[in-house]
């Protein structure tokens, strides 16, 4: 049967991004691929994402190794498709058949757009005709369910009020086993998540020849920091045995004792954070307020609620109760939730609440939003949150899960902290910080007692929201907080 030679070039992953960094490639040439079959791990300016094949064929050329930084447009895979496949879309050009019958096919003239040029992606990836999406199969062939759960990066995003502490959590299971490291055949490829991928790359550990400790032989971070030497290192030095949480978010590349720096590329995530940050730093006029208030009926009302047979299959925490109080503020002081348009000279006033929970991850800030919470009920909204955190933790993260977010909220209680300045989120026009809650003596009654206490946080953009909107804002928050019943006078 005749074929053709595709050539797929990096598309838009969205928000008009010009670049991605290729985190690692999912394949090799010579495999036979399905029609999207995930390839590659791709890092945008805002998250790592999942690049589908947009043909079913063999991979005949990686164009782009990992670590590189890709042009939108530029090919960084080649395909070897049946000729029929090959001629219902995508790139084309003038073709030649040889003496086999095969058909080579060349890169499309200039004149032709980028976007006219690549399949239709489902996202960024190719239209399924029949059936929905295929399952993805694995190195080894064996299929894998799109709904089992995704491997999970060393470091979750700020939800609960103490850290997590790091664990890898099991990848999509497999028909097949894997084959014991340093023994993988051609088309194996050890497991292991993109975060500890990149560790392994920065400190020269070839991850064929890790043993992989996680369920189901996956290979952690404690695992490429062993390979490495490292992890004893820390071991001795500390008096007992390293964990995952010891080591930092942004794991440092190895070094000798002589050396005084460690220089790292700004790119990717923490690149688009820091250009980002600056610009609203230096455009919004930042106010910043601060509320300290008694939250033990909040801690009371979440202690009831775990144990209610109606919130039983879903995860409570004070973080669902303050997002929940930021909807019902912001319905009572619109101008929270708006944005200064200098395009048009106007004030853009949001109908709804795409709510943003900052986290912290191994590629940097995110601000991933809930869209509509405004309108989801506690449970709903805490179901939100769960979600949002374990997208996060698997690095799904999408590109529009980024986008659109209206007003935000950081919690920066998890990690000891009372209180902070945050920067507005651009776009934005408030942003509010929750602190550690605290065992605090505090007036009571007329009386000192021991109570859990905790500041609120709110920066807002004075050129969209005076003092006194941001206060009452603030204020109402803190009622909710300090006395949930109080709900009943307000909506």
């Not at 058949?97 to 980028?114: H, K, L, N, Q």
């Not at 990066?153 to 997590?164: G, K, L, R, T, V």
């Not at 925490?317 to 019902?328: G, R, S, Y």
Request: glycine fraction near 8%; charge should be negative.
């Amino acid at each position: 049967m005749a074929t053709v030679i595709k050539e797929f070039r990096l598309p838009d992953l969205g928000e008009g991004l010009t670049e991605s960094e290729i985190v690692s490639w999912h394949v090799a040439e010579g495999d036979v691929v399905e029609l999207n079959q995930i390839i590659a791990d791709v890092e945008t300016a805002k998250a790592v994402v999942e690049l589908p094949s947009p043909y079913a064929g063999v991979v005949v050329r990686l164009h782009e190794q990992p670590g590189t930084v890709v042009e939108v447009g530029a090919p960084i895979i080649s395909f070897d498709v049946p000729a029929a496949a090959g001629a219902e879309g995508g790139v084309g050009g003038p073709a030649a058949a040889d003496s086999e019958g095969a058909v080579a096919v060349t890169s499309p003239a200039d004149d032709v757009a980028p976007a006219k040029r690549e399949p239709n992606l489902v996202g960024y990836g190719a239209a399924v005709e029949k059936g929905g999406r295929p399952a993805r199969r694995a190195r080894g062939g064996s299929a894998v369910s799109p709904a089992a759960p995704a491997p999970a990066p060393d470091q979750a995003p700020a939800q609960d009020q103490a850290p997590a502490p790091d664990r890898a959590q099991s990848p999509a299971v497999s028909e097949t086993a894997p084959a014991p490291a340093g023994n993988l055949s051609a088309s194996e490829r050890p497991r292991s998540t993109p975060p500890v991928r990149k560790l392994a790359r920065d400190l020269g550990v070839e991850l064929e020849s890790v043993a992989g400790t996680g369920p189901g032989g996956l290979i952690i971070r404690d695992d490429v920091l062993a390979a490495a030497g490292s992890h004893t290192e820390a071991s001795s030095a500390s008096g007992a045995p390293a964990t995952a949480a010891a080591v930092p978010v942004s794991a440092a590349p190895a070094r000798s004792a002589d050396q005084r720096e460690t220089r790292t590329p700004i790119k990717g995530v923490r690149k688009h954070t820091a250009a980002a940050m600056v610009a609203s730093a230096f455009t919004a006029p930042h106010v910043t307020e601060f509320l300290t208030i008694d939250v033990t009926p909040t801690v009371e009302l979440v202690a009831r609620l775990k144990a209610s047979r109606a919130f039983a299959d879903v995860k409570i925490t004070p973080l669902t109760v303050v997002a929940k109080a930021l909807c019902i503020a912001v319905a009572r002081n619109p101008t929270v939730n708006t944005r200064w348009d200098d395009a048009s000279s106007e004030i853009v006033q949001h109908h709804f609440v795409n709510l943003g929970i900052a986290a912290a991850t191994p590629r940097g800030l995110m601000v991933p939003n809930i869209k509509d919470a405004d309108r989801l009920g506690l449970k709903e909204l805490a179901q939100a949150l769960t979600g949002l955190a374990e997208t996060a933790r698997a690095g799904k993260t999408t590109p529009a899960d980024l986008s659109g977010g209206t007003i935000s909220i950081t919690n920066v209680g998890v990690f000891g902290i009372d209180a902070g300045t945050p920067i507005l989120n651009p776009g934005e026009a408030a942003i509010l910080a929750m602190g550690a809650v605290r065992r605090t003596p505090w007036e009571y009654q007329g009386e000192i007692a021991l109570r859990s206490v905790m500041t609120l946080s709110l920066s807002f953009d004075h050129r969209l929201v005076d003092g006194e909107q941001g206060s009452r804002f603030l204020a109402d928050i803190g009622t909710i907080l300090s006395d949930p019943g109080m709900v009943l006078t307000m909506i």
